[in-house]
């Protein structure tokens, strides 16, 4: 059967995007790995399951490209809450989305009736351990010292719904698809992980590359970029409660770090089609 699809992403970061409001999708591990491939499918990070919510405006569940279902992403439910408002399945610009790290809020900054921007509440970032978790004692793993990959780095360690180590080294200079997978599965992560290498180029401004966890290298990463400014606020490198500038391979995302963490950034549509499945 035919169903139609819609690609969207967020500074780079695509996804394919059903609309399951009303009919639900079978099978949608299996349909991310066949769809997400660049040469024999439409191409993409993942796919994207915009579903009915009985405690928030929509649901979303998000694939990654290697089937596995993630508990959230930053720049996808961007794209989800700009769906939801064009689409006419909500009429205002503060809405919720649930998703398997809770309900996330949403404010769409829309003109003419398209949303050029959004900003998620992505609730507070976790330091404890356990939480992320992470396989190290202490209440939190912040520029600590360890080994992975027999080489010696300094690590602090966030979770924004999703498990995140981030390194602060230049990111240009790091052999990504080398050092990313070794992180990805330490011992250190025992659901995996997804690791940033962030470099400090401004006051309140970071570069960042990510390797996220069955994925690979995106060209961003909503979760990634939030863990990267909190963990340069808990080192002391960025201020809290300001602006943090966060720039990706695929575009920038503006971060606010206190007591919640505040992610700005645009969602944009890529095309409109209907697929086999």
């Not at 660049?38 to 290697?66: E, P, Q, W, Y």
């Not at 507070?124 to 010292?145: H, Q």
């Not at 990805?184 to 401004?202: A, H, M, S, W, Y």
């Not at 909190?230 to 943090?244: P, Y």
Request: hydrophobic share 40%; glycine share 12%; charged share 25%.
């Amino acid at each position: 059967m035919l169903r139609k699809f819609i690609k969207m992403h967020g500074a780079g970061n695509d996804y394919i995007y059903f609309d399951c409001l009303r009919e639900e999708l079978s099978e949608p591990a299996r349909l991310a790995v066949r769809l997400s491939d660049r040469h024999t499918g439409i191409g993409g990070d993942g796919i994207v399951l915009i579903c009915a919510s009985g405690i928030a405006d929509a649901k979303m569940r998000m694939f990654n490209a290697d089937g596995s279902e993630g508990k959230m992403c930053g720049n996808a439910i961007r794209c989800v809450g700009k769906y939801l408002y064009e689409s006419g399945a909500v009429n205002k610009t503060d809405i919720s989305v649930e998703t398997l790290s809770g309900v996330k809020y949403l404010r769409l900054y829309a003109e003419n009736g398209k949303v050029r921007s959004v900003r998620v509440d992505m609730g507070a970032a976790v330091f404890a351990p356990g939480r992320i978790p992470v396989l190290l004692e202490g209440d939190s793993v912040v520029d600590r010292a360890v080994n992975i990959a027999d080489k010696n780095y300094r690590i602090t360690c966030v979770s924004m719904g999703n498990p995140h180590c981030v390194v602060f080294e230049d990111p240009d200079a790091v052999k990504l698809e080398k050092i990313g997978p070794l992180f990805e599965n330490d011992r250190l992560f025992p659901e995996r992980v997804n690791t940033e290498f962030v470099q400090k180029i401004g006051p309140n401004s970071l570069k960042m590359r990510v390797w996220e966890r069955g994925s690979g290298e995106t060209m961003a990463c909503g979760t990634g970029a939030c863990a990267s400014a909190a963990a340069a606020v808990a080192c002391g490198l960025c201020e809290r409660g300001k602006d943090i500038s966060v720039q990706l391979r695929g575009g920038t995302l503006t971060v606010n770090v206190g007591e919640t963490v505040y992610m700005t950034g645009p969602a944009e549509i890529v095309f409109t089609g209907e697929v086999e499945i």
